[in-house]
């Protein structure tokens, strides 16, 4: 079976500061990382998502992990079409005037090519250290599957190579009926991982979890199911603890999906007060106990037969 490594999304939110999941001697930012790092061998940066890091923060990161560690690593709002605090940008490439929050079209192209390269200098330290997972592209709700979608899904790839790149899509229409089919062809097309997502369904920004491989490495979410979704803000939208048999079902799912020499990333993003760190450790708990059962099956055999 290949590697499949469990972690959260986030390891320094204010919720599990606050929660007591870590001891007091980890008291400094690089402490609680290697604390972390201690317990799970990925975690998946969010931070990326609201500003751009510097390469000494990263590099900082990578000095206080385990070699073998790995970095998933969210883009930048800006680059996947979110509208952006004008503040979360360097001051230096900053609009001199407008609103106080842009898109892309709002940025001169110097600016925005400028972006990239700040972000890619961010990341050259985790990747030259070999803990670089993926970069994992999030689009909004509001991305629609269509022509240009796709060509903006395939530009930005690009731009996060040679990389390996995980796709997350949140609008219903890319897995509707048979375009499902069409959005996974694309994917493997360009050698792009599908982000499968457990998530509240019924609600317009709402996709099925669809567990398959389109690239490596798989990437698998969890966002919880809150009764909040709809209507709650971030914290009550993922505010949800996983029941034992929950975990235990997504244990074999999981086992299935990671094939004899493949990579799986599976995260937990029901960040609140440490949640995502108890169910972590409970799944990765379960993957065990479901890899031992399997791997005595087949010895059972043999010596019976």
Not at 138 to 156: D, K, M, N, S
């Amino acid at each position: 079976m290949g590697v499949i490594k469990v972690g959260t999304s986030s390891w320094a939110d204010q919720s599990l500061l606050r929660s007591g999941w870590y001891p007091r001697s980890a008291n400094t930012p690089a402490r609680r990382l290697g604390f972390y790092a201690c317990r799970f061998p990925l975690v998946e940066v969010d931070t990326s998502y609201y500003a751009v890091p510097v390469p000494e923060t990263t590099q900082g990161w990578v000095d206080a992990t385990p070699d073998d560690f790995t970095f998933d690593v969210k883009a930048f709002s800006l680059f996947t079409g979110h509208p952006t605090p004008v503040a979360a940008l360097p001051r230096d490439l900053r609009p001199a005037d407008g609103p106080s929050r842009i898109r892309r079209r709002d940025l001169p192209e110097r600016a925005y090519d400028e972006l990239w390269d700040r972000f890619r200098a961010a990341l050259d330290p985790i990747a030259a250290a070999g803990k670089l997972g993926a970069v994992l592209l999030q689009f909004p709700p509001w991305l629609a599957r269509g022509a240009a979608a796709e060509r903006r899904i395939v530009e930005l790839a690009q731009r996060c190579r040679p990389w390996r790149v995980g796709v997350e899509l949140r609008h219903g229409s890319w897995f509707d009926g048979t375009a499902a089919t069409d959005t996974l062809d694309l994917l493997r097309a360009h050698d792009l991982s599908l982000v499968c997502v457990d998530m509240p369904q019924g609600h317009p920004s709402s996709v099925p979890p669809i567990l398959t491989r389109t690239a490596e490495p798989a990437i698998v979410r969890f966002h919880g199911h809150s009764d909040a979704w709809g209507d709650g803000d971030k914290q009550e939208k993922f505010r949800y603890a996983y029941a034992d048999d929950e975990l235990r079902h997504w244990a074999g799912l999981l086992a299935e999906l990671a094939g004899p020499a493949d990579d799986l990333h599976v995260l937990f993003n029901n960040c609140c007060a440490g949640q995502a760190q108890h169910d972590a450790t409970r799944l990765a708990q379960l993957l065990s106990e479901t890899m031992l059962a399997d791997r005595a099956v087949p010895a059972q055999a043999t010596s019976t037969g």
